[in-house]
């Protein structure tokens, strides 16, 4: 059982807020919002994975801090391996996606989740604390 294993940040910031960002391709995934991340690529740690990714699409420095869930299912042969994040320095910029936006409490349903994050978010949203 070799599955890809994908990596996503739920970056948190003060009040809660979460950050989406907006797929830019595939185009079947093109214009749903998504946890930043990606593909682990052999022989590298998961977290490490993480924060080189955030590096790449996002152009920030992140602390990863706990798992959130399990394995979250993804299309066949993937994975999703989902941390909390906090911002180390840096503003998020959409450097591989269309937008990134920061999402508060009340708006984290503001955009169209992919079905593969949706399910992260809900989890989150019960992590977090209330306004």
Known sequence: MNEV????????????????????????????????????EPGEDETAALVRECREE???????????GDDWPLSAGYVMRVWLCTLVSGTPQAREHLAVRWLGPGEYY????????????????GLLPPD
């Not at 294993?5 to 391709?25: C, D, H, N, S, Y």
């Not at 996002?58 to 959130?68: Q, S």
């Not at 503001?110 to 949203?125: I, Q, S």
């Open 5 to 40: 294993v994908v990596v996503a940040a739920v970056i948190v910031a003060p009040g809660g807020r979460v950050l989406a960002a907006q797929r830019a391709e595939p185009p079947a995934l093109a214009g749903g919002w998504e946890f930043p991340g990606g593909k682990v």
């Open 58 to 68: 996002l152009g920030v420095e992140i602390a990863v801090g706990a798992r959130v």
């Open 110 to 125: 503001d955009v169209e989740w992919l079905g593969a994050d949706l399910p992260v978010m809900k989890t989150v949203e």
